[in-house]
Structure formats: C-alpha cells, structure tokens
C-alpha cells in the first residue's frame, strides 16, 4: 500500500498527479488526511481523505509519499503521527518519497543525510547532509524525491517505475500521451 499524506495546505499537484499514475498502474494508494479526513490544499482544493493518518496501517505499508506545500508541510511537521510514520518506513526500509518543500521534513528526520536529493530551488539550505543534485527527481536507494509541481508526473512516473517496473511505468506514460521535451 502507498499512503500519500496531505497536510492542509499541501500542493494538490504533486499529491493527485502521482496518486493518479500510480492508480493507473495497478497499484493501492491511500491519500491519508493528516489534519482530519477534508484537507483543503494550498490552492484552494478540498479533498476527502481514505483515511486519517492515525488509521494508517503500518504492516502494509510499502512506500509513503509526502507532497510539498509549505502549508502541507508545516501540518506534517505539526504532527508526531506523521513524522513517526515517515520514521519507521524509512527504518523498515520502505520506500519514502517527498516532494518540493517536503523534503525538508526528510532532512529534519536525518533520512536524507549523505543521500541525493532535489528540492524546491531556494529550499537547498534546509536539506542538512543531503548532497544536492540538479534533476527533476532523483531516486537514491529507497529515497525518491523530485524538485517542484512541475515535475509532479515525473514524480508520478518514478513511483510507479520503483513498485511496478519500467515497462509497466512506459504503459502508463504512453496511455496518458505524456512527451516531455
């Protein structure tokens, strides 16, 4: 199962443009409310949450997604639930992925100390130990992050690529005719 965590104020972009490639690729999502079950993002999108983070089921976690937002992000960081479920993935070795500004969060947890990164531009300094890298995502081990809403589906597509495969990944980015340049 994939939880994707939605603190109020997260960017609806990078939390629905993966949920949506990873749906379509035959894989189990949860979008999991971390301020309740109704989480408005930062652009004024309300969303009905599967699940409040305190329902979330550890056991069958393999990989938990954290969108950025500056909003969403400071809810998640507001949120022990949250941050100890990010923890224990990353100590269970599951796949944890952030976007944006959240994976600041990640640096704060010390989860991307000495791994490759991207961030939201400006955000480089608030990464800690990570190593910084010019890229749209980067996938170190079982950390994949990506820079920014603009990279939301290659985000998507990474996710997807880590659980299912490339071939299953090259299906679903040619069914949804997505030709980046």
């Given at each position: 199962?994939?939880?994707?965590?939605?603190?109020?104020?997260?960017?609806?972009?990078?939390?629905?443009?993966?949920?949506?490639?990873?749906?379509?690729?035959?894989?189990?999502?949860?979008?999991?409310?971390?301020?309740?079950?109704?989480i408005t993002g930062s652009h004024g999108i309300t969303v009905r949450?599967?699940?409040?983070?305190?329902?979330?089921?550890?056991?069958?976690?393999?990989?938990?997604?954290?969108?950025?937002?500056?909003?969403?992000?400071?809810?998640?960081?507001?949120?022990?639930?949250?941050?100890?479920?990010?923890?224990?993935?990353?100590?269970?070795?599951?796949?944890?992925?952030?976007?944006?500004?959240?994976?600041?969060?990640?640096?704060?947890?010390?989860?991307?100390?000495?791994?490759?990164?991207?961030?939201?531009?400006g955000m480089e300094g608030q990464m800690g130990g990570a190593t910084?890298?010019?890229?749209?995502?980067?996938?170190?081990?079982?950390?994949?992050?990506?820079?920014?809403?603009?990279?939301?589906?290659?985000?998507?597509?990474?996710?997807?690529?880590?659980?299912?495969?490339?071939?299953?990944?090259?299906?679903?980015?040619?069914?949804?005719?997505?030709?980046?340049?």
């Amino acid at each position: 199962m994939v939880y994707i965590l939605l603190g109020t104020g997260f960017e609806e972009v990078e939390a629905l443009a993966p949920c949506d490639i990873l749906r379509r690729g035959g894989v189990d999502v949860a979008l999991v409310g971390v301020n309740g079950p109704e989480i408005t993002g930062s652009h004024g999108i309300t969303v009905r949450a599967d699940l409040t983070v305190d329902r979330l089921d550890r056991d069958a976690l393999e990989m938990i997604v954290l969108p950025g937002g500056l909003g969403g992000v400071n809810s998640m960081l507001a949120s022990p639930e949250t941050l100890e479920a990010v923890s224990q993935a990353w100590s269970d070795g599951k796949y944890v992925a952030a976007i944006c500004a959240a994976p600041t969060i990640l640096a704060k947890l010390g989860i991307s100390d000495g791994k490759r990164c991207v961030c939201y531009p400006g955000m480089e300094g608030q990464m800690g130990g990570a190593t910084m890298v010019s890229a749209s995502t980067v996938k170190d081990g079982k950390l994949l992050t990506g820079r920014g809403p603009g990279a939301a589906l290659d985000f998507g597509l990474l996710l997807l690529e880590k659980l299912k495969g490339a071939e299953t990944a090259a299906q679903v980015k040619a069914g949804m005719v997505y030709q980046p340049d």
